[in-house]
């Protein structure tokens, strides 16, 4: 990937009302996984959550008050947030609440036995959240679970063929729509069906640019650690208003 793709403007995505909105106009009706009717106007709405269950919320919402509803998932073993601590757990139900689906972002590479992984992450998923998993998404596939078109552990993937190449998908993943626009694409033109993946992160942070975006990102994480600290370590206090 060269520098002119990494560095790419905002602009390129646009506003995240907008994209939602643009669709609307086109007479596209939003459908869950497993709910779509036909090849034609129609957007299956997911998210993969990488980072952070706050942004993912501020998309919620956004998709809320244009009547539409998404399907978010959600990583059970991740370094960036922790779905069984009190925020990130609320913002999740609130998620599940304003109307959208939630499931399980899954890394099938962590495991020797993806499909007793899998196993294991939908007991606790559900355990936790009283929500039947029926749909998931895989983390960062490599090429192998890219054309795996069997469901894992008996349930369905959104890299089988039915999402991933008998309709049009399309992410804004690296921050950039890298294979364009959906509103310049073929399909989008002749109001064929569309999987839409999109990452909150890169519509809810302010930037120029999507290294701009994850610079800003990474300095909110560093206050948001300090504070943690400040909260939790009664000795930190004493570091932080040197480092403040």
Known sequence: MNNQTILSPATYLGDYRELLQGFLDEGYAFRFFG?????EG??????DIDFDTHMALKTAQIETDLGIQATYFFLLRSNFYNIFSARDFDQVL???ELGHKISIHFDPLIYQDFHQGLSQEIEIFERLFKEKVDIISLHRPNEFFQTYDAPIHGVEHTYQSKYFKEIKYISDSTG???????????????GKSIHLLIHPVWWVMQGVSNLDKLRKYYEQRKEDLKMDFYNNCIPFRQIYEKIR
């Open 94 to 96: 609130a998620i599940r």
């Open 42 to 47: 129609e957007v299956i709405l997911r998210h």
């Open 176 to 190: 950039v729509f890298r294979f364009g626009h959906p509103f310049d694409s073929e399909e989008f033109a002749q």
């Open 35 to 39: 709910e779509q009717e036909k090849q």
